[in-house]
Nanobody, 125 residues
Framework: QVQLVESGGGLVQAGGSLRLSCAASGRTFSTNAMGWFRQAPGKEREFVAAVSWSGGITSRADSVKGRFTISRENAKNTVYLQMNSLKPEDTAVYYC??????????????????WGQGTQVTVSS
């Protein structure tokens, strides 16, 4: 099994920045593709960003391009989401996802096997 624990969420003003972290433990060799999703109140969960094991392949939702960056540090079994120029519409619970599949398309499709419990991000206007 793999456990994913997110951290770094909080309250920030519009235009500010936050960096989310997701630490994996357990069978970490199963965490090849990793990524982030978010779910705002009353809305469906949506894809935010994904990264391959090497970090060389990434994907981001159009709504966050130019503002959010995903990266990972395999030595620490951790994936990060750097969020800049935050907007009130970025307010949501952010979830980390991971899968043994090498293809980030599995993450993008929302088909990841492992999910974290989520961390709240609130952006005030």
């Amino acid at each position: 099994q793999v456990q994913l624990v997110e951290s770094g969420g909080g309250l920030v003003q519009a235009g500010g920045s936050l960096r989310l972290s997701c630490a994996a433990s357990g069978r970490t060799f199963s965490t090849n593709a990793m990524g982030w999703f978010r779910q705002a109140p009353g809305k469906e969960r949506e894809f935010v960003a994904a990264v391959s094991w090497s970090g060389g392949i990434t994907s981001r939702a159009d709504s966050v391009k130019g503002r959010f960056t995903i990266s990972r540090e395999n030595a620490k079994n951790t994936v990060y989401l750097q969020m800049n120029s935050l907007k009130p519409e970025d307010t949501a619970v952010y979830y980390c996802a991971a899968d043994s599949d090498l293809r980030i398309s599995t993450i993008v499709a929302g088909a990841a096997r492992y999910w974290g419990q989520g961390t709240q991000v609130t952006v005030s206007s």
